[in-house]
């Protein structure tokens, strides 16, 4: 059975912004492979949670797998704004440091966008194939209904509002009780 426990992961610099670059962690399995997947976690969640996944695959594929910035073994920069191309450099960066030239990048959740945006910066050159879990392609096209137009309908969705139009609040309340915020995002209301 595969152990993400027994994994050691690599970890890259990358550029942040303009003037600053950052600590980000992957988990690289089986380089010798010839093909390579690359497993984007959601939020809140970390490379580990692919570990059916990469049981499942990797001993046919070569499997990176990263901590997206601010997660796991990954720094989060200064600026509490990050934006989907943020996340998407980043997968960049570590696929050159990985040496990969070429993956089919799978997300979940946070991280199909992420792939999606992946693959719209760099190509078919770089991502050769995009598997979206949960979130559906929306193709860069107009006119876009915005998420608050949606929470009436889909109320489920008020905290990418929030998160959106009031990052340095959450981020405040998120960090003042890490305990409590992971609770709240992994239990529903009717968990004890």
């Known amino acids: 059975a595969f152990d993400p426990r027994a994994i050691r992961l690599k970890s890259v610099s990358c550029p942040a912004n303009s003037s600053a670059s950052l600590s980000l962690s992957y988990a690289d399995i089986n380089p ?9 976690h959601g939020w809140p969640s970390l490379w580990a949670s692919w570990k059916f996944q990469i049981a499942a695959f990797g001993s ?3 499997i990176i797998a990263p901590d997206l910035r601010g997660f796991g073994a ?10 989907m191309a943020d996340l998407a450099a980043d997968l960049h960066c570590i696929l050159a440091d990985a040496g990969v030239a ?8 946070w991280g199909t966008q ?13 991502i050769a194939a ?11 096209a107009g006119p876009f209904v ?17 998160f959106d139009t009031q990052p340095a609040t959450a981020s405040r309340e998120l960090d003042a009780d890490p305990l409590r915020s992971l609770r709240a995002t992994l239990r529903t209301v009717a968990s004890p």
Request: glycine share 6%; net charge positive.
């Open 102 to 109: 070429r993956a089919a990048c799978i997300g979940h959740d």
């Open 60 to 62: 046919r594929y070569r």
């Open 74 to 83: 990954s720094e989060r920069g200064d600026d509490p704004i990050v934006s």
């Open 130 to 140: 995009v598997v979206g879990i949960t979130i559906p392609y929306m193709p860069y």
């Open 32 to 40: 010798a492979a010839p093909r390579t997947l690359l497993l984007v």
């Open 146 to 162: 915005p998420i608050a137009a949606l929470v009436p309908q889909l109320p489920h969705l008020a905290y990418q509002v929030y």
């Open 114 to 126: 992420t792939c999606f945006e992946a693959a719209r910066q760099k190509g078919p050159d770089l």
